[in-house]
């Protein structure tokens, strides 16, 4: 790998740290890449499904996973782990996410996880052939595609630094803060960096000086590098030995910080964890003398720094690097009250997932209603087995006659006078758990029997204790004997078109059991539907998650109320046409059993 990032590159942050994820996205706008650069957040506790961000002037939606392994299954692309966790999970966050696989690398900012299990965990990376960065880091940066959160600092900071693109420099830290710092240098005295990574101050980190280096060494965007070491450890060695053996051919500028520390006893930590030596090889005297020797450009202060490197990018005579087009991140931005993900009615033509409703909805396209559901329900493209399903489904259930409560009610308020949205939104009111509802049920119950392998007798009794009955099943007129044709037809279609109906299949063996127990227990036209559309969108290849959120959101209840409203219009338009009266309920037709109030 020899560039860490690039503009594709795309991450799964650990933590909702809304600070730290709006300065990335702040970055991704100003730097105009094509797509965020944060593709899934994970947020165990969250009940959200995605979080809103500003773009720009514009917002954003990022996706909420509650574990890494269903953020990593959505967005395979995502790359990238920033691990936010505290120094309590961070260990065991990484660990997962190094089971799970497809990270080229990961940023683990938690300080002070125990050394033995960093240890273990940066041991299992370099044997996955993970790049770890951190613990205890600010993270990493290729300006002018990716930037790990707060590396950098403020936009401002950023371009005063020259990080919104490519430089020529590779810059290796162990100090978030002081990485910040040298970019300005750099920027002020040189023309920015090309990559630049905070290897974190942890004493055991992942990714150590000469990994970084070495790959740096491969990067034909790397003209010269800069390492800024400190007191402990002895991490900079490796580093001397690669430019001696040849490994190294790129300049190197060079300095270790804490050279103070020759004043004070050994065993001194210097802020971080890493920072105390326990020799004198592990001074930071002692290192930039060793550095010096070895051909490295080494500043005789850190006060020195900047000037030695002008002197070096002078000495290469590289070319100007022109400055790029950015966008301005806005100093005033107002979030969005609605959100709406299924069309846009802001060009020229309103679209439909998409889509422009001219490619939908005119006879020449071939495309029906149950496309248009399809993209505006599912934001998919069903193929044309599918929709035709759904029309087929609308059209069994339009209607079953005045005498049904929906049809009744809506025939009562049109004969009020009232208009035909009143008089479909009373007969609509109608549907619920006792009318419309077995759909819902039947897809419920069936799915949960078939998941848990229940068999036909096993899901008789679950369903018997549960005290309800099996929706979907029975059917006041129609027995074996009269089967209903609507249902016949329903299978017959999905024989013939549905590449697989294994939830139908375990519905008929339970229709055997009930039907042994009497003969008008068949599976009904709901119980078909339902059972049918789980079938549906597992051959479309949902998940069964999907598939059972589908069914707690009402989905399948909606098919029924769309077609049944045809069904509703047809009667509340019969009854303006006949000009029926006011309806009253013949008297003859309740049962009146009215007593006489008792005095209290």
Known sequence: ?????????????????????????DYDYTIKREKPSVAAIVAPTSGNKFEKFFYGADEVMIPLYKTTADAKAAQPQADVLLNFASFRTAYDVTMEALEIGGFSSMMITAEGIPERLARAMNAKARELGV?????????????????????????????????????????????????????????????????GVAIGGDRFVGSVFIDNLLRMEKNPAVKYMILLGEVGGTEEYKVIEA??????????????????AKYYDSGVQFGHAGASANGEMETAEYKNNAMREAGI??????????????????????????????????????????????????????????????????????KGIGDVISLLWFKKQYPKWATDFIETVMKTVADHGPA???????????????????????????????????????????KYADDNGLSPKEFLAYMKKQGIPIPGIGHRIKSLKNPDLRVTGLMN??????????????????????????????????????????????????????????????????FFIVGRSIGFIGHILDEKRLA?????????????????????
């Open 1 to 25: 790998m020899e560039q860490l990032y690039t503009r594709d590159t795309q991450a799964i942050f650990w933590n909702n740290n809304k600070t730290a994820i709006q300065r990335m996205l």
């Open 131 to 195: 790049t770890v960065i951190g613990p205890a880091t600010v993270g990493a940066i290729t300006p002018g595609a990716f930037k790990v959160a707060n590396i950098g600092g403020t936009i401002t900071n950023i371009i005063n630094s020259k990080l919104h693109r490519a430089g020529s420099c590779g810059l290796v830290t162990r100090s978030g803060g002081l990485f910040n710092e040298l970019s300005n240098i750099i920027a002020i005295n040189a023309d920015g960096i090309a990559e």
């Open 243 to 260: 430019v001696k053996s040849g490994k190294i051919t790129k300049p190197i500028i060079a300095w270790c910080i804490g050279t103070i």
């Open 297 to 366: 450009h080494v500043p005789d202060t850190f006060n020195d720094l900047p000037a030695k490197i002008k002197e070096v990018f002078e000495s290469l005579n590289l070319p100007a690097i022109p400055e790029p087009e950015i966008n301005i991140v806005p100093t005033v931005r107002r979030s969005k009250q609605f959100i709406c993900t299924i069309s846009d009615d802001r060009g020229e033509e309103c679209t439909y997932a998409g889509f422009p409703i001219s490619s939908v909805a005119t006879p020449d396209t071939g």
């Open 404 to 446: 049904v409560s929906g049809a009744h009610n809506a025939k009562v308020t049109a004969r009020a006078g009232k208009s035909v949205v009143e008089s479909l939104v009373t007969g609509l009111l109608t549907i619920g758990p006792r009318f419309g509802g077995a759909i819902d049920g039947a897809a419920e119950h069936f």
């Open 493 to 558: 279609f999905a024989a013939e078109h549905f590449p697989a109906t294994p939830l139908l299949d375990y519905a008929r063996t339970v229709e055997a059991l009930t039907t042994s127990k009497k003969e008008n227990l068949i599976l009904n036209v709901d119980g078909t539907i339902g059972i049918l559309m789980v079938d549906m969108w597992r051959a479309l290849g949902y998940t069964e998650e999907e598939i059972n959120e589908f069914i707690a959101s009402g989905t399948l209840n909606a």
């Open 580 to 600: 029926m009266p006011m309806y009253r309920h013949p008297m003859d037709d309740i049962l009146y059993d009215v007593q006489k109030a008792e005095k209290l």
